[in-house]
């Protein structure tokens, strides 16, 4: 497939034909996956072990989370410091890569406040007109 080809759907292609995958799937493809927007996010504040993080996501199970961990430690988001003490210390934090994406977060941290706030008062006008026409 030609660079023009595999761009042609994307609506900034004269910005992003001259890499081989479109910058916004690649980013697609980094984020998605079980709960790895909410890893990045709970490490944006801070470093963090592995129970600490289980802890912020209970649904998680820890297969998942490990799955999710090594995956963007292979993408370079996170790092991963193993200590040699007994038992095992490992603690998980944000690589300069990562730490990139902190205000793309908190803009979607932004976005979702606003959201709900919308949808209050959505919900507050909703009842007072309900309640105007009894």
Avoid at 5 to 21: F, G, L, P
Avoid at 38 to 61: E, Q
Wanted: hydrophobic share 40%.
């Amino acid at each position: 497939m030609f660079d023009a080809e595999r761009h042609n759907s994307c609506h900034m292609s004269d910005k992003c034909i001259r890499y081989k995958v479109c910058p916004m799937v690649l980013v697609q493809q980094l984020l998605s996956g079980k709960r790895k927007i909410l890893i990045l996010w709970y490490l944006s504040s801070k470093v963090l072990r592995f129970n600490d993080i289980k802890r912020r996501l209970p649904d998680v199970t820890q297969k998942m989370l490990t799955q999710q961990l090594r995956s963007l430690e292979e993408d370079n988001l996170i790092y991963r410091k193993v200590y040699p003490v007994v038992p095992p210390k490992v603690e998980y934090g944000l690589t300069d890569l990562g730490e990139r994406i902190i205000p793309i977060l908190e803009m979607m941290h932004g976005f979702g406040a606003e959201y709900l706030e919308i949808k209050s008062s959505e919900n507050v006008l909703q009842r007072k007109a309900s309640s105007d026409m009894l």
